[in-house]
């Protein structure tokens, strides 16, 4: 398996625009879920596509920034408190509930899971 990596803006807009770069790699049968877009073959992407893209715009990302620098700086210190302990834990309880607390941050600011 052939993995390249971009680090050139112009470059990544241009691999990104592409309709030849629409198949998801391998590594996303990781993230697969039934329902779920983000590891969707192409085929189905397609299909949304376009119903999707307006919600994604520059204007509509910026308005999350802040959001997403509040909660993921609390996962970050969630995280911390595990460095150098011995044994395992799992991260996914924390990357779940720091993602709902982005959705729900948007959706009722007031809000902390």
């Known amino acids: 398996m052939l993995f390249v990596f971009i680090d050139n803006a112009t470059d990544l807009q241009t691999v990104l625009n592409s309709p030849n770069c629409l198949e ?5 049968r990781f993230f697969q879920c039934e329902l779920g877009l983000f590891s969707a073959p192409a ?14 715009n520059a204007k509509i990302l910026a308005s999350f920034v ?12 969630q995280l911390a ?3 150098g ?3 395992l834990f ?6 779940a509930k ?3 607390d982005m959705v729900c941050g948007k ?3 007031c809000c902390a899971l």
């Open 43 to 56: 085929s189905v992407w397609k299909v949304h596509r376009k119903h999707l893209s307006p919600c994604f």
């Open 24 to 28: 998801k790699a391998d590594v996303y």
């Open 85 to 87: 302990q011995r044994g």
């Open 66 to 77: 802040s959001i997403f620098n509040d909660k993921s700086s609390v996962l970050v210190n």
């Open 90 to 95: 799992n991260v996914n309880e924390y990357i």
């Open 81 to 83: 408190a595990h460095v």
């Open 107 to 109: 959706c009722r600011p």
């Open 98 to 100: 720091c993602t709902l």
